[in-house]
Structure formats: structure tokens, C-alpha cells
């Protein structure tokens, strides 16, 4: 589960910031690379902050 | 003031520090990751698009600003590793608790009092960036690079909410807000990143080799906006040098690095600084361009919606938010001084009122590279008192933490080293027309100058029985 949570977090970073290269190449438009980031946001803190704070508690403890 | 007075003075701060007295525990030390993390995630925040920004309207070309940032950062972070990682290692105490042991307890009281009410005016900028991206919706008028004041209803009624709830989630919880916050410190960086990526192809730039004429025409042109002075190398240089100078050569962050297992671990500073005070710099003074040429709207929330539509909003009121509240909690603790019977919400919110209405007046977000500025240098004399303690006075023959040994409620060397080091500042300011980025390093010089000769005055008019003392202790 917990890496599920991880994979999906890495995927919501990736969508944050690989549609800005794909503007810049002239692939995709700049409404779908809001949109797509606004769905990478989304999908990090929707996942990131179990996983995170998992981790941290654990690193402390 | 009475000796009681005084004495319930030293109680009420040591009672709130109480946590913090002793040195970290050799279980307690953190290893590098921590570190990078803290480093990257503090300085990849709200004042970040304020910055980048700023320095386009100040006309800097843009070979001075990679150049001067890159030079300035390299002198951060050494800072970091050379002045205050040293100390912090050595004593393993925070700030707080070194400077009342060479400075007395009201002393202290009194620098806590300045600290609080910077960190009430640097939370009030972060809830003024805020507001910019929570009134767009609303189609709220922007404030503009010139305003000093509230240009709008729209604009006290949208601070005034985001200052309500930034204050009431300090007041219920600084904790998970702290944990919120790195959680968004990776996400943040990539937006900075993105943003400025995606709107590259409408500034022109199609191919990395488009880059730097595009740079220099339309991004960093030298030219400043209307009623901005003009930046050089040096400006930048010395304001990334200097931004954070209460934190490296002030030695706030001696309350992080304490927990350093090495004292090298200073230099992942450098994680913070190139991350947030150069790719984040670089990457909001490229949205602003595009912004000066489309509406002219250079406030962070426009701007942000530039580069990522709405995911921008959101990264410019989590950025302002995270940074605002746990700066609050912070003058809240510095605050409590005074008000001893209070309980804690209290005085959140009595500080959550006087930063929400700090945040009103724009000049403080639009004046940020001044307001860092003077906020570094108002603390910096404490940190070079504090270096000269450490290292100066045992080289010649004095006593180091001259205040806890004496007991002594006020260290005159201290406060005079303070107040006069000020006051050296404004003259070369008001005088000699010394800018107030360049002021830090002559100051920290006059600073560590006065506390190291007054210091051998105060120990040579107590002698022979001090010095006495010591080389019979040293023998």
C-alpha cells in the first residue's frame, strides 16, 4: 500500500512538471498543461502526506 | 527596574524556553538528509515571487543577476558553514539560550521584542502574496509596485480573511501546519520550475539557444520600471548574500544546526539557496516579464496564473500560508514575554491581528527586498557579539559568557555594541549614502569591533578578580 501511495505521489510531481516541457516543445497547449498540473497537485497531496508522515514518525522514532 | 521585576522578567522568558536549556543530546543529532530538506524546503517559499520580480523592476541586467546571485549564494552559504555552523555544533545551544548567558536576560527580552515584531511584518508580506492569488476569483483589484497603501475594498476584505484564517489555523495547530509544510516543499520547487518553463515559448524562447537574447531583451533588459531604482551586480550580490544575514551571520539558525552531527553540514545551506534564492528567483522574474508584457499585473497571484493556471493560485496561497503561520507561531513565542498570564491562543491572536493588519498595506510585499534587508540588519550586531564571545575574547584572556558568570541582568558591551553598530549603519546611510544592502558587512566589522573592546573594558574595571579567576582556572 505504502508503495502505491509512493508511486502515485512520483506520478502527481511528474504531472506537476513534465506538461511545462511539453508546452515548451510545442506538444501539447498551455490549458492542458494547467490542467494536467492541477491534477499532479491533486495527486501529490492526495497521497503524499500519508507516506510522508509515515516516514518522518518513523525516522524519529 | 526593581530586582523582583527584573528577575520574574528572566523567569517568564526561561519558562517558555524551558524545552531549550540544555544542550542537544548526542541521541538527538540529526544526519544530512534532515538538513537538505529543512534547507530546501524553508527557502523555496512565498517571498519567492515577490523577489524574482522585484529585481526585474529594478532593471537588473541579466548577466548581473545569474552572476551576482551565484556569487552571493556561495557567500550565504558559507556563512552558513563558517560562521554559524561552528558554534552551534560546539555549544549544541539555540540562540536563545547563548545570547542570555553573554547578554544577559534583558537583553534578551529586548531583542525578542524586535525579532517578534519583524516576524509579525514578514508574516503580514506572506499573507499579502496570499491574498493575491485568493482574490483573483473575485476579481479583486491587484495591488501595484507603487502602492503604500490599501488600493481597494476588495483587497482589506480579502486580507482580512486570509489573515483570519491563517491566524486561527496557527492558534489550532502550528505542528501539523509544520508537517503540511514539507509536504509541499518538493511540489513547490517543481511549480516554480514549471511555471516558468511553460510561458518561455510566449516570451519567444522555442530552442535553449533562444534563451539568453530573449534574456536579455525581454526578461532582464536593465531597464527599471517607473519610480524603481536601478540594480547592479553588487545590489544582487549583496541582497542573496544578505537576505537571510539574521539567520547565518545573525546565527538564528543556531537553533537548527545545533542538532548537525558535523559542523560541514552547514554548507547543505546550499540546497536552500540554489533551489529557492536562484532557480525560483530566476523562474518568477521570467513569469513577471510575460506579466509586463500581457497586464502589466506583477503581484505573485497573477503571475503565477501565468505559468500554471490554477495549480499556481494554489502554490502561491500554500506558499504564503506555510510560510505565514509557522512565523507567527514564532513572534507568538517572542510575544509571550510580555504578556506572562496570556494564554498562548491569546497571544497567537493578538499577533495574527497586529500581522493581518501589517498585511493591509501592500509597500510591505512590494517593499520586501527593503524590508529583508533591514530585518538582517537589525539582528546581525547579536550575531557578530555572539562570534566575538566565542572565538575573539578567549584569545584575549576574557571571559567568554561574562553575563550568566556575573550574574548580570543587561551586558552593557552587548547592548551598547548593539545600538551603536545601528546607529553606525544610519549615519553611513543618511551620510555617506551607503546603500541598505551594503550595510551588513561593515556592520558586522563595527559590531564585533565595539563588543570586543568594551568587553575588555567591563572585565579590566573588574579586575584583578576576574582576569585572576580565569588564568587561575585556565592554570
Known amino acids: 500500500m505504502n508503495n502505491l501511495l509512493k508511486i502515485l505521489s512520483f506520478v502527481g510531481l511528474a504531472l506537476t512538471v513534465g506538461p511545462a516541457f511539453l508546452v515548451f516543445a510545442g506538444t501539447i497547449t498551455w490549458p492542458t498543461h494547467a490542467t494536467l498540473m492541477l491534477l499532479g497537485t491533486l495527486l501529490w497531496f492526495g497521497t503524499a502526506p500519508f507516506w510522508m508522515h509515515k516516514q518522518q514518525a518513523e525516522d524519529n522514532g | ?475
Open chain 2, 1 to 475: 527596574m526593581a530586582p523582583t521585576e527584573t528577575s520574574t522578567l528572566a523567569q517568564r522568558l526561561d519558562a517558555i524556553n524551558e524545552f531549550d536549556r540544555e544542550p542537544v543530546s548526542e541521541d538527538r543529532l540529526q544526519g544530512p538528509a534532515n538538513f537538505i530538506g529543512l534547507y530546501a524546503g524553508e527557502h523555496v517559499a512565498g517571498t519567492e515571487f515577490v523577489i524574482g520580480p522585484l529585481f526585474v523592476a529594478h532593471g537588473v541586467t541579466a548577466a548581473d543577476l545569474l552572476l551576482g546571485l551565484f556569487v552571493g549564494n556561495v557567500l550565504a552559504v558559507l556563512s552558513w558553514a563558517l560562521i554559524c555552523a561552528p558554534i552551534a555544533v560546539r555549544t549544541r545551544l539555540n540562540l536563545y539560550w547563548k545570547l542570555r548567558k553573554i547578554a544577559g536576560p534583558n537583553l534578551l527580552f529586548l531583542y525578542n521584542i524586535v525579532n517578534a515584531l519583524m516576524f509579525c511584518f514578514l508574516a503580514g508580506a506572506m499573507i499579502s502574496v496570499a491574498a493575491t492569488a485568493v482574490g483573483i476569483p473575485f476579481n479583486m483589484t491587484m495591488p501595484h509596485l507603487n502602492d503604500l497603501y490599501p488600493n481597494s475594498l476588495g483587497w482589506v476584505v480579502t486580507v482580512l480573511a486570509v489573515g483570519a484564517v491563517v491566524t486561527v489555523l496557527a492558534i489550532l495547530g502550528f505542528e501539523k501546519i509544520a508537517r503540511f509544510s514539507k509536504v509541499a516543499a518538493p511540489w513547490m520547487f517543481l511549480v516554480f520550475v514549471a511555471c516558468a518553463i511553460a510561458v518561455l515559448p510566449q516570451l519567444g524562447v522555442t530552442s535553449a539557444g533562444d534563451f539568453w537574447t530573449v534574456a536579455n531583451e525581454k526578461i532582464w533588459t536593465g531597464m527599471p520600471l517607473a519610480g524603481q531604482s536601478k540594480f547592479s551586480f553588487w545590489h544582487i550580490m549583496f541582497f542573496a548574500w544578505f537576505c537571510n544575514m539574521a539567520m547565518h551571520i545573525g546565527l538564528a539558525d543556531m537553533t537548527i544546526l545545533r542538532y548537525a552531527k558535523k559542523w560541514h553540514y552547514g554548507f547543505f545551506s546550499a540546497f536552500g539557496m540554489y533551489l529557492g534564492h536562484y532557480v525560483a528567483w530566476i523562474a518568477s522574474g521570467i513569469l513577471v516579464a510575460l506579466a509586463l508584457q500581457q497586464s502589466g499585473e506583477i503581484a505573485p497571484g497573477p503571475i503565477a496564473y501565468l505559468g500554471a493556471g490554477v495549480a499556481g493560485l494554489i502554490a502561491v496561497v500554500v506558499a504564503g500560508w506555510t510560510t505565514a503561520n509557522p512565523t507567527i507561531y514564532r513572534a507568538g513565542l517572542a510575544m509571550q514575554t510580555i504578556t506572562p498570564n496570556w494564554k498562548r491562543w491569546k497571544v497567537t491572536l493578538a499577533v495574527g491581528v497586529v500581522t493581518t493588519v501589517a498585511a493591509l498595506f501592500p509597500a510591505l510585499m512590494m517593499r520586501l527586498l527593503d524590508f529583508v534587508a533591514l530585518y538582517g540588519l537589525l539582528l546581525m550586531p547579536m550575531g557578530a557579539v555572539i562570534f566575538t564571545d566565542f572565538w575573539l575574547l578567549p584569545k584575549l584572556g576574557l571571559r567568554q559568557d561574562y553575563a550568566e558568570w556575573k550574574h548580570l541582568l543587561f551586558s552593557w558591551p552587548a547592548g551598547l555594541a548593539w545600538g551603536l553598530t545601528l546607529a553606525a549603519c544610519w549615519g553611513l546611510n543618511v551620510f555617506w549614502g551607503v546603500g541598505l544592502f551594503f550595510l551588513g558587512l561593515p556592520g558586522w566589522f563595527i559590531a564585533t569591533a565595539l563588543y570586543l573592546g568594551l568587553s575588555y573594558a567591563q572585565q579590566r574595571a573588574a579586575a584583578p578578580s576576574t582576569s585572576d579567576r580565569l588564568i587561575g582556572e585556565k592554570a
